[in-house]
Every structure is written in C-alpha cells, then in structure tokens.
C-alpha cells in the first residue's frame, strides 16, 4: 500500500502533461513524440515500459492477473502517461491540426526553435565527449534528412500494409526526431489515419475501427520490437545512442523549416501529379483539401507562395527556444 502511495506520488499530475504533450507531437509531421519524452526526463522510463511487454504480460493478462501486471508494467507511471497521450492527441486531432492549416508557418517555427533548442542539452547527456563520437551523430543526421525528403507514396487500404506501415510508424515514439506522422504522410496514410480517427471519435464505425484495430495492433508490435532494441542500445552504448539521436533530430530540422513551396501536388480529383507553377498555384490556394503536396522547396519568407507571418513566426521560433529550457528544468526537477 506504502509502494502505490509513494508511486502515485512520483508519478503525478507531471506525467499525464508530459503524455499530453507526446500526444499532441504525434499528430503533428515532423514533430516526434520521442523529443518530447526526452527532454521531460521520462525518456528511459519509457522505453523500460515498454520492453517489459512480454510473454510474462500475456499471461498475466490471460490468467487475471491484474496486480502482477500493473507492477511488471510499472502502472503508475503508464496509466498516468496513456491518460494524457489520450488527451493530447484529442486536442491535436482537433485542435492543433486546426493551427496548422490555417497558420503552418507559426506552428513550424515553434517546432523548430524547439527542437533546435533540444539538441545541445541532448548532448549535454553525453557521460564522455569524443571525437569518435561524430560519427554515430553524422549517421543521425543523414538518415533523418533522408527520411524526411522522401516524396509520399500512394497509401492503402491493405491490412497487411496498414499493420507494417503502423509498425514502423510508432518508432517515432521511441525515436527522437523521427516524426510518427511524417512516416504516416510517407506511407500514404495521414489522409487516411488522422481523419479515420477523426471520423471515430465523433461517430464510431465498424469500418473505421477495423482500420485502427489493425493500424494499432502494427504500433504495438513496432512499440514491443523497438523498445527492446533502444533499451540494448542505452545500455550498451549510451553515449553512442544519444549522438545517434542528436543528429536525428538536427535532421529531422529539414522538415519543418516554416517557409515551403509546393513542387509537385497530387489533384485528388483526377489522381495525377502535378508540377505547381504561377497559373496553378492560386487553385491550390483556393482548393487546398483537392491537393496533396508530394514535394517542396524549402525558401526564404519574401519568396513564399503566400503570406509568411514573418514576425508570428519569429515570435513563435524564440518561444519555442525559450520553452525548451523550462521544459526541460521542469521535467528534471
């Protein structure tokens, strides 16, 4: 009884915030749920979570086991995180993605001072700064940049593709700087997914909830594998891990520098690809939900395609900047 007070006490309000503010990440492309959870210090206890899902977990959970399995799982902490992540994507489905398409540009250039604001105390986490170190770092930075210049496939309604896509997907949970639903926009599957859940939470269907049931059960097959994988990495190789992650999330910065035009965009309508040019660029203004951008051109705010809020933006970039310190005081103290 003296153990779940003194859980409960440790693992407070703070943490359903914390899950809170993953959810709200994940639904946002090219912001990870992984950052998040780094910087408010809840990273390792995470991924321990998470790695002790296993044949143990199954059978206390076939066998009612309950008591067993909220200790093995360490409840406290994940009932409190799973409550705020619930309520976090809540408020990013419906919210957040609001911001974002009316005011992409703001919202891109908070992210942006938050995340660039988290990688030197990232590396500050490093136990023994070597110079072999660069290397893990560079390997970071070059995998997310080429991760998050890859044009978006076509998705699919697939079983067998909504599971592997949702597999590798959630890695952006575990994965500083690796973007859930960047890796959904990839896949094909943002358009699908988001408004899915959407459409569920508002009125449940059989169909939409097929489409979840397997796209969850993908993110908790991925969870279980990847977990265990960064949990031998930590251990292993601590201060070759982070380096990895510092550069993952430095070129992760590629995908939301706030001012991008629109190369290349898919007309729903006729499905067939189309390069944006001046005659057709004020239809895609016009008729942003008939269009899906497939590629961009990152450029400066006097050459973007339309009003680029640039005192919002740069009010909103230090903001970010400025927060990323009291997050992170806040989720060590």
């Given at each position: 009884?003296?153990?779940?007070?003194?859980?409960?006490?440790?693992y407070?309000?703070s943490?359903?915030?914390?899950?809170?503010?993953?959810?709200?990440?994940e639904?946002?492309?090219?912001?990870?749920?992984?950052t998040?959870?780094?910087?408010?210090?809840i990273?390792?206890?995470?991924?321990n979570?998470?790695k002790?899902?296993?044949?143990?977990?199954i059978?206390?959970?076939?066998?009612?086991?309950?008591?067993s399995?909220w200790?093995?799982?360490n409840?406290?902490?994940?009932s409190?995180?799973?409550?705020g992540?619930?309520?976090g994507?809540?408020?990013?489905?419906?919210?957040v993605?609001?911001v974002?398409?009316?005011?992409?540009?703001?919202?891109?250039?908070?992210?942006?001072?938050?995340i660039?604001?988290?990688?030197?105390?990232?590396?500050?986490?490093?136990?023994?700064?070597?110079?072999?170190?660069?290397?893990p770092?560079?390997i970071?930075?070059?995998?997310?940049?080429?991760?998050?210049?890859?044009?978006p496939?076509?998705?699919?309604?697939?079983?067998?593709?909504?599971f592997?896509?949702g597999?590798?997907?959630?890695?952006?949970?575990?994965l500083?700087?690796i973007?859930g639903?960047?890796?959904?926009?990839?896949?094909?599957?943002y358009?699908l997914?988001?408004?899915?859940?959407?459409s569920?939470?508002?009125?449940?269907?059989?169909?939409?909830?097929?489409?979840?049931?397997?796209?969850?059960t993908?993110?908790?097959?991925?969870?279980?594998?990847?977990?265990?994988?960064?949990?031998?990495?930590?251990s292993?190789?601590?201060?070759?891990?982070?380096?990895?992650?510092c550069?993952f999330?430095?070129?992760?910065?590629?995908?939301?520098?706030?001012?991008r035009?629109?190369?290349?965009a898919?007309?729903?309508?006729?499905?067939?690809s189309?390069?944006?040019?001046a005659?057709?660029?004020q239809?895609?203004?016009?008729?942003?939900?008939?269009?899906k951008i497939?590629?961009?051109?990152?450029v400066?705010?006097?050459?973007?395609?339309?009003?680029?809020?640039?005192?919002?933006?740069?009010?909103a970039?230090?903001?970010g900047?400025?927060?990323?310190?009291?997050?992170?005081?806040?989720g060590?103290?």
């Open positions: 009884m003296e153990e779940n007070i003194s859980a409960s006490k440790k407070g309000f943490v359903i915030l914390k899950g809170m503010a993953m959810g709200i990440a639904v946002i492309p090219g912001v990870s749920g992984g998040i959870a780094f910087i408010t210090g990273y390792e206890t995470l991924i979570c998470i002790s899902v296993d044949q143990h977990t059978k206390d959970l076939t066998t009612f086991k309950f008591q399995l200790v093995n799982l409840g406290p902490f994940l409190r995180l799973l409550m992540m619930v309520v994507i809540g408020l990013g489905v419906f919210g993605s609001h974002l398409e009316k005011y992409p540009e703001v919202l891109w250039a908070f992210f942006f001072g938050l660039l604001a988290s990688v030197p105390l990232m590396v500050g986490q490093i136990r023994d700064k070597r110079g072999s170190l660069l290397v770092f560079l970071g930075v070059f995998v997310a940049f080429g991760i998050t210049s890859i044009s496939m076509n998705g699919s309604t697939n079983f067998f593709y909504l592997f896509a597999a590798i997907a959630i890695s952006a949970l575990i500083p700087g973007s639903s960047f890796m959904l926009l990839i896949f094909g599957l358009t997914i988001i408004p899915t859940l959407k569920f939470l508002s009125s449940p269907s059989i169909e939409a909830f097929i489409i979840l049931a397997i796209f969850g993908g993110c908790l097959f991925g969870l279980v594998f990847f977990s265990r994988i960064i949990s031998k990495a930590f292993e190789f601590h201060d070759g891990t982070i380096a990895l992650m550069g999330m430095l070129g992760s910065l590629n995908k939301i520098w706030p001012w035009n629109p190369l290349i898919l007309d729903k309508e006729s499905n067939t189309l390069d944006i040019s005659q057709n660029i239809n895609l203004m016009l008729n942003p939900d008939n269009f497939l590629s961009e051109q990152k400066l705010p006097s050459d973007y395609y339309t009003e680029p809020y640039v005192l919002l933006s740069i009010i970039f230090f903001a900047l400025g927060l990323i310190g009291v997050v992170w005081k806040w060590r103290g």
